[in-house]
């Protein structure tokens, strides 16, 4: 299956601060989307993207659709303490409907 | 609205035995996919179903199989149960195949 790399894997912030993460993949995908998942939940869809370059955003929550295509980014602006969770990307390649979800970046933030 | 609901929401069962779980997606979508997902992974890809065919298959063995039914509710049967089998299972819903999708809580299968 296709590999989707998600760095960094854990991150432990300070409250206010902003926070970066990223996921890359040696495939092209056609559809990009980020996710969060708290202990015990289902992830909940935070932001869809579907073309290269695309800037989208969501409260305080920016995501991009890398140019190559192969990867994208999320920014997490000022963050608060409800931040805290698992954060996913997934992705959809041009040959298929299947999504293909990375590795997670697990985010603590600290009062 | 009411969102994506499976049920049940935990289950216990025993090696060998078979389990079916269940899943209702949102109002008016039409494809319902089916994730596993381990501690500490992210979901991997078992099943898609698009008006009551399936449209994909990820790499699970055949102990594993699904359906959906003309509402569009689906259920995940896994046959054999193996200790490895234990994992959240959740199912995700779409308007349509290949867009943005949307899951439910889950359910927690242990298998003893």
């Known amino acids: 299956g296709q590999q989707l790399n998600q760095s960094p894997q854990s991150m432990f912030i300070q409250e206010g601060e902003d926070v970066s993460m990223n996921c890359t993949s040696s495939s092209i995908f056609n559809t990009w989307l980020w996710y969060k998942q708290e202990p015990g939940e289902g992830p909940v869809l935070l932001i869809a993207?579907?073309?290269?370059?695309e800037l989208t955003s969501n409260g305080r929550l920016t995501a991009q659709f890398g140019i190559t295509r192969k990867d994208s980014f999320l920014n997490i602006s000022a963050s608060i303490p409800s931040d805290v969770g698992i954060y996913f990307c997934a992705g959809q390649l041009n040959t298929g409907n299947q999504f293909y979800f990375g590795t997670g970046t697990s985010l603590t933030v600290i009062p | 609205d009411a969102g994506v609901t499976q049920s049940p929401t935990h289950l216990i069962k025993t090696r060998g035995q078979q389990v079916t779980l269940r899943c209702s997606p949102i109002s008016g979508h039409k494809s319902v996919s089916w994730y596993q997902q381990v501690l500490g992974q992210g979901p991997q890809f078992i099943f898609q179903y698009y008006e009551k065919e399936e449209r994909g298959r990820g790499n699970f063995p055949d102990r594993f199989s699904a359906r959906q039914f003309p509402n569009y509710s689906s259920e995940l049967n896994v046959n054999a149960l193996l200790l490895g089998d234990s994992a959240l299972y959740l199912c995700a819903s779409s308007e349509y195949p290949g867009l943005k999708q949307y899951f439910g809580p889950g359910t927690r299968l242990t298998v003893t």
């Open positions: 993207l579907y073309k290269a370059g």
